[in-house]
């Protein structure tokens, strides 16, 4: 079943439980993933993004809401960030499992070695390898900084 097709049936089953909450963030994910899908056509593609791209689209959902949260809480505005941290919640449940430290540190090592990386004008080549590899299992922002680390 397709990341798609996942999403459908729970915003399905949203509605039958009548989980407004848990409602609205997936009704905001397939708004998300319809607007990018009327975008890709206008790009000349075939209209439907893959499971990938939305993965990719959700990460930064994620990251919007954790910013919002931040900044509602800094501004105490306490009901809204708990808002902001539920949606991410939802969101969360349909991304792959995040990879602990020592995973990341064990896909970097490899990638390196699979790349053949031996200085930091290889960090483009390992990054774009754990990218096609790990793509939303990593926050590649921070794995961006490890892997310059290395050779630094």
Known sequence: MSLRDRLQTALKDAMKQREADR???LRLIN???KDRDIASRGE???GMVSDAEIVALMGKMVKQ???SA???????????AEKELAEIVVIQE???RQMSPEEVSVAIEAAMAETGAASIRDVGKVMALLK???SGQMDFGAVGALVKARFG
Do not use: D, F, M, V
């Open 44 to 46: 000349g593609g075939e």
């Open 70 to 80: 931040r900044a509602y809480e800094e501004g105490g505005r306490l009901e809204l």
């Open 65 to 67: 809401r954790q910013e």
């Open 23 to 25: 409602l609205s963030t």
């Open 132 to 134: 096609a590899k790990h």
């Open 31 to 33: 708004a998300a993933i």
């Open 94 to 96: 349909y991304l792959p």
